[in-house]
């Protein structure tokens, strides 16, 4: 079974940066459509964004277009997030996710087979 771990996450200054990283065990992520998504502390999970198998198309929340950039590295099997210009408001955990689907959604939970076990991304002066 797919096991994936985040890593990346931490307390950083609203206007700074964070890269996290998705890394699978036992299986190579370069097979699967990958998600990120976030839970804040009384709010429900939402999608931050998601990259297709191929990695020709991506997919990004309106609230963090422009901010963050997904990729996937082939050769390091990883998925990362990119996240920039960070404000409190993306303070939450987060998730990667990942789909034997060849196409990614943000939306639709249960699309996706695999999920990590979270990183804690804090965005605070």
């Known amino acids: 079974q797919l096991q994936l771990a985040e890593s990346g996450g931490g307390l950083v200054q609203p206007g700074g940066s964070l890269r996290l990283s998705c890394a699978a065990s036992?299986?190579?992520?370069?097979?699967?459509?990958i998600g990120w998504f976030r839970q804040a502390p009384g709010k429900e999970r939402e999608g931050v964004s998601c990259i297709s198998l191929s990695g020709d198309m991506t997919n990004y929340a309106d609230s963090v277009k422009g901010r963050f950039t997904i990729s996937r590295d082939i050769s390091n099997e990883t998925v990362y997030l990119q996240m920039n210009n960070l404000r409190p408001e993306d303070t939450a955990v987060y998730y990667c996710a990942a789909t034997i689907q060849a196409m990614c959604v943000l939306t639709t939970f249960i699309y996706y087979d695999f999920w990590g076990q979270g990183t804690q991304v804090t965005v605070s002066s």
């Open positions: 036992a299986f190579t992520l370069n097979y699967y459509a």
